[in-house]
């Protein structure tokens, strides 16, 4: 079975540029999560979609922005690129069905994003 | 969520096994206890998760101790790539995932 897919793996973009990141979750999996890891700030929580729509966002500005499509694939876009959002940005996918903490997330290797 | 406490660094000997420590006193009833792990330059892998019976997979064992306050992943044979930083967390519901500090596994031959 294949695993959660990120592309691209590495990006080096500009500041004032935009960005789109890339997430093919595990087939069945219908929640996408992102989230941002840095080595000062560690794992915070960006968005996570199921079926489509927004269920829980973090606490990024509105530069930050996802949406999922129906076959739950999702993309994360980051608009005008400042010099702190050089960051891994990683997708997980679970199944997401249920309220319950009995479905583990997985990770992509995540897209190293690095900004000049 | 509850908080969680671990080592900072263990160390290991290849083909041993390795037996990591979690303290999460604050741990409440509906609160699931999993474990992660990082290896440099890639995405968190899971390993296992359990609510309060002990839990063994293909990867490793967890045991969770009867008061639920702590917790410890066995990695029963120890290998060269089980290198990692370990975390452990306790979540709920469709709590977002929050990493602390973990444990920086280093396996030596």
């Known amino acids: 079975k294949a695993g959660v897919t990120q592309t691209p793996r590495y990006l080096i973009k500009t500041r004032g540029q935009q960005v789109t990141l890339s997430c093919s979750p595990i087939s069945g999996h219908r929640s996408v999560s992102w989230y941002q890891q840095t080595p000062g700030q560690g794992l915070q929580f960006l968005f996570e979609?199921?079926?489509?729509?927004?269920?829980n966002k973090g606490n990024f500005p509105g530069r930050f922005s996802g949406r999922q499509f129906s076959n739950s694939r999702s993309e994360m876009n980051v608009s005008t690129l400042e010099l702190g959002d050089s960051a891994l940005y990683l997708c997980?996918?679970?199944?997401?069905?249920?309220?319950?903490?009995?479905?583990?997330?997985?990770f992509g290797d995540g897209t190293r994003l690095s900004i000049l | 969520d509850a908080k969680t406490t671990q080592p900072p660094s263990m160390d290991c000997a290849e083909g041993r096994a390795a037996n990591l420590p979690c303290n999460h006193s604050?741990?409440?009833?509906?609160?699931?206890v999993y474990w992660y792990r990082q290896i440099h330059s890639q995405g968190p892998q899971y390993i296992i998760h359990g609510l309060k019976n002990n839990e063994t997979n293909e990867m490793a064992s967890l045991i969770i101790t009867e008061d639920r306050k702590s917790s410890t992943l066995i990695l029963p044979h120890a290998t060269l790539r089980d290198t990692a930083v370990y975390y452990c967390?306790?979540?709920?519901?469709?709590?977002?995932?929050?990493f602390g500090k973990g444990t920086m596994l280093l396996v030596s031959p």
């Open positions: 997980a996918s679970s199944l997401g069905v249920g309220r319950n903490s009995n479905q583990p997330q997985h």
């Open positions: 967390i306790v979540i709920s519901g469709y709590s977002t995932l929050t």
């Open positions: 979609y199921f079926s489509e729509t927004q269920r």
């Open positions: 604050t741990i409440s009833g509906n609160e699931y």
